[in-house]
Nanobody, 122 residues
Framework: QVQLVESGGGLVRAGGSLRLSCAAS????????MAWYRQAPGTSRELVAT???????IYADSVKGRFIISRDNSKNLVTLQMDSLKPEDTGVYYC????????????????WGQGTLVTVSL
């Protein structure tokens, strides 16, 4: 069973920075795309950024130029560097892996972490 565990959330003032990390554990052979989503109170979950297994990133328009997604395949780790944070960036940030191939040859799809809260104050 694959697990994703996020860390790095917290309270920061507008204009500040945070770095989120997501570590995948289990008998992992390969992870396809990894992504960060967020959900603000009363809203639906939205895609923030995604990164392919080869390292190609795609960003939501709202975070372009401020956030950077990266991954270390050797550690099954994905990070999200968030700079110039705004109050509207507040929410629970979730890590996602769309497909995970395990060493035993099985596959898990659409794996989610438990989320980490980011709060940006004025």
């Amino acid at each position: 069973q694959v697990q994703l565990v996020e860390s790095g959330g917290g309270l920061v003032r507008a204009g500040g920075s945070l770095r989120l990390s997501c570590a995948a554990s289990g008998n992992i052979f390969r992870i396809n795309n990894m992504a960060w989503y967020r959900q603000a109170p009363g809203t639906s979950r939205e895609l923030v950024a995604t990164i392919s297994s080869s390292g190609t990133p795609i960003y939501a328009d709202s975070v372009k130029g401020r956030f950077i997604i990266s991954r270390d395949n050797s550690k099954n780790l994905v990070t999200l560097q968030m700079d110039s944070l705004k109050p509207e960036d507040t929410g629970v940030y979730y890590c996602n892996a769309d497909e995970v191939w395990l060493l035993l040859g099985t596959r898990q799809s659409d794996v989610w972490g438990q989320g980490t809260l980011v709060t940006v104050s004025l």
